[in-house]
């Protein structure tokens, strides 16, 4: 999750060659699935084809099982269009999506505006899927507390620096009070626990839980302190979903069903949620405790409700500013709103003239109203 400006073109060459190994998570991911380099228009002959690029989440884990089962395909099928899931570290997923190597991805609020917004990608979030509600977090050793941390390992110029960010400035500092040292999503908990000398990290789970557990490691602030300001998204190219919404819809229609057996207790969803535990490297109680630090959106109506309501706009404001304020919006940035970002009830915040982060709920809508079945 590195800033994309200065790591683009290095990483297209693995993009393209397909990439394996964890994503928001340990290096231990499930090999990249699918049929090669993704294509960026309808093939001249059978199905257009599509896609999507996954990283390991707790919250985004309900993609991993979706493909693993064949429900992203049964919805594709039925749609007339093929989707093939590739699994990536995050950044690299974020990346194959800017530069077109991918559809859709899975991000966070904070990456959908600073890296394809800000390099003119015209996305558009068509599942919020929940917010991190104590999934990304600062952890120390030694008892130290946001007034007396010198330094901190994290992923730079992402939401755990964000978070870091927003810890300290309750406590009357900033981030110029701390050395940050910038460590890989896939080396960061192997890293951390490596370095006794190491007294503060700030990951997400499951990075988050495999630090946890060792002796003298304690939770020092975490995302429930800032509800709703670290959501977890599914965006499209704007220009692809207008072309054909069917992907928007075939996405939408696994999502919700692998959602609908999650919300079901009982050995369905256990079975279901011990092989997202599995694909995660992790076991089901260490994935049903990541769950309840993830304020999942088990209704298309809920996540219609938080995606109308102005939580997210609020949210969204932080965000913008904070990106502006490190550099994130790009060098010719002069404020906060050198990108637009068009909300459900048409509100924009920045630049009108270059809306490029859209949020919607047409998709979550029909998915509410049923109505994401092909006529």
């Not at 609908?260 to 279901?272: F, L, N, V």
Request: charged share 20%.
């Amino acid at each position: 999750m590195y800033n994309l400006r200065n790591a683009i073109v290095c990483s297209l060459v693995a993009i393209v060659a397909g990439c394996s190994g964890g994503g928001k998570g340990p290096s231990n991911t499930p090999a990249q699935t699918g049929t090669g380099s993704p294509t960026t228009s309808a093939p001249k002959t059978g199905p257009a084809e599509y896609t999507l690029a996954v990283s390991i989440y707790a919250g985004w884990m309900p993609w991993y099982y979706a493909n693993e089962q064949g429900i992203v395909a049964k919805w594709a099928e039925k749609h007339g269009i093929k989707i093939n899931v590739v699994y990536m570290d995050y950044v690299p997923s974020v990346e194959a999506f800017v530069a077109g190597q991918a559809h859709a991805c899975v991000m966070t609020n904070m990456e959908a505006l600073n890296m394809p917004a800000v390099s003119g990608i015209d996305s558009t979030a068509i599942i919020v899927g929940d917010y991190s509600n104590g999934n990304d977090a600062v952890l120390v050793r030694d008892n130290l507390t946001l007034k007396t941390i010198k330094e901190a390992m994290l992923v730079e110029l992402t939401v755990s620096q964000y978070l870091l960010a927003r810890g300290l400035e309750m406590e009357g500092r900033t981030e110029k009070d701390v050395q940050l040292t910038n460590v890989s999503d896939s080396d960061i908990a192997a890293t951390f626990l490596a370095d006794e000398s190491k007294k503060a990290v700030v990951t997400w789970n499951p990075m988050l839980l495999q630090i946890e557990q060792n002796p003298g490691i304690t939770r020092l602030f975490d995302s429930s302190k800032i509800p709703g300001e670290i959501m977890d998204l599914c965006v499209v190219n704007t220009e692809v979903l207008k072309a054909d919404p069917r992907l928007g819809l075939a996405l939408t229609g696994a999502w919700y069903e692998v959602l609908g057996m999650m919300s079901q207790r009982g050995p369905t969803a256990d079975a279901a949620m011990e092989q997202m535990a599995k694909l995660s490297g992790c076991s089901l109680t260490e994935y049903k405790s990541q769950l309840k630090t993830t304020a999942m959106f088990w209704t298309p109506e809920s996540a219609v409700t938080f995606t109308a309501g102005k939580e997210i706009q609020d949210a969204m404001e932080k965000v913008r500013q904070f990106s502006f304020a490190h550099g994130m919006l790009g060098q010719g940035a002069a404020s906060a709103d050198a990108v637009g970002i068009s909300f459900a009830d048409g509100t924009i915040q920045g630049n009108k003239e270059k809306v490029k982060l859209h949020f919607t709920t047409e998709y979550m809508e029909k998915a509410a109203k049923s109505e994401l079945e092909p006529k």
